[in-house]
């Protein structure tokens, strides 16, 4: 037995480093036990592009949060507003009005005051121009209510909330694994952890554990997600295998939430069985709401433009893996060539081109062919050319007469060359987890808080359910990391 700590948190991301700044600033000894080694640590949270999802009435707002915009940056952008209505209104109608209304208040109204305190300890924030809005005659026009990301992306934000851990005497140990939690009648008392070989036993008067879902698991992704899940690629760290959800159930801890749902999206058919901090989430490929997706049959299997991008990308990867040999084809024209994401033109992508659909259909691997090519044919003579097309609206422009017809944003395939891009099911995080009241404090099964037990960001569950609106793990991770740090060491 060794060291006595005020509070300790187990986990070394986004939730957890928050959850710690937010107890320093009231206790003296802070230790953050991080499983990975220093150089993969930061979790999820390291491999994500850095946006957070804020509610905000204006630029004012936003100058909480970026007071580094300039007088020039706020001139060229139209960030319209995100009111925490809205924010309300897209968790609601995502989660089918299954997210639970107390969390779901606490993330929505603390969203933007939690960022801006974030900033107040140094994490430089920027609009997110290169991502979340388009150019229209000279001014950026954000849309979908994601504005705002951490300079330097997930890397820039785990490095910087490090940075200023560090700063304020926390301590975080690398390749320190939490096996179990220490309690007595009286509730937690500290973690049994596992170092470089070796069992210890840390005590703490608090635990806060903030140490990711279950995905990367494989057993337990077949087990609570269902069969085939265990063929999914992982978007992020190795490290999230739900030994933290499981340490605290074997003390008595609630389940909750939606424990065979998890956010999954296209990703490139050939990526790493786990994510690749030099790719980070250029993997994915989210444009094809300005495309087709095929199947191995040759068949289209899902409405593309069904809405925008951060309200369909999170739960399309699921159906991406029930399409027969768990893989699709998403196909674009020349014509919106321009607007695909940055994420299309890295260089580990699985991708063919050609100067017709004949061409193309004939260089898809694993496709029946001839059907494809009936089906692209299909759907071009299907687009109501009779709507125009816009990309910033959810313009209406639809197939008609289809067995699954596109909503939105329906073109043509005509103009050459013709793009196909290989993609499978990338799985980011589960929605699983434990059950925590507006204080952070982990619930039992008795339905009464744990004494000195605290838990923040995606072990957390009743929040997301079916699907999630982006930008909005990390605010997660932000406002109950901050709330289960205050409270842990209240
Ligand atoms: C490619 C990708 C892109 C994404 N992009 C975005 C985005 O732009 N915006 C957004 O909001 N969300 C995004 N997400 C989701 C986001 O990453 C998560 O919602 C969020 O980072 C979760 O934060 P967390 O702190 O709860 O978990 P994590 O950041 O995953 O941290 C969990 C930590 O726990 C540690 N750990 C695990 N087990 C143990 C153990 N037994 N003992 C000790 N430590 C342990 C891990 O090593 C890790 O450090 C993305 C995810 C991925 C994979």
Redesign the pocket.
Known sequence: MTDSDDVVV???????LCAALSASESKKKILV????PEEE?????????????VAYNGVEDLKKVMPDLSAEEIARSDFGTYTEEQFLDDMARVTEYRCDPDLTEQLVKNSLSTVAWMRSKGVRFTAAWGRQAFNIGGKFKFWGGLTV?AVGG?PGLVDSLTQIAKKNDIEIRYG????SLVTDDSGVKGVV?RQQGKTKTIHARAVVL???GFQANPEMRARYLGPGWELAKV???R???G??IRMALDIGAAATGNWSGC?AVAWERNAPEF?DLAV??QF?KHSYPWGVYLNAEGRRFVDEGADFRNYTYAKYGRVILAQPGQFAWQIFDAKVKAQLRDEYRIKQVTKVSAGSLEELVAKLDDVDKDQALKELRAYNAAVRQDIPFNPNIKDGRCTAGLVINKSNWANTLDTPPFEAYAVTCGI??TFGGLKINSRAEVISTDGVPISGLYA????VGGIFYFNYP????????AVF?RIAGTSAAG
């Open positions: 187990v986990g070394g991301g986004n939730a957890a036990l991080e499983r990975a640590a930061g979790g999820n949270s390291r491999f994500t592009a850095g946006l957070f999802r990301e997930g320190t694994r939490a096996v952890v903030a140490a990711g978007r992020g760290t490290f999230n295998t030994d933290v956010h994510g980070g989430d994915q980011t995080f923040a960001g995606e072990l982006g930008g909005t793990g990390l605010t997660n991770g990391g």
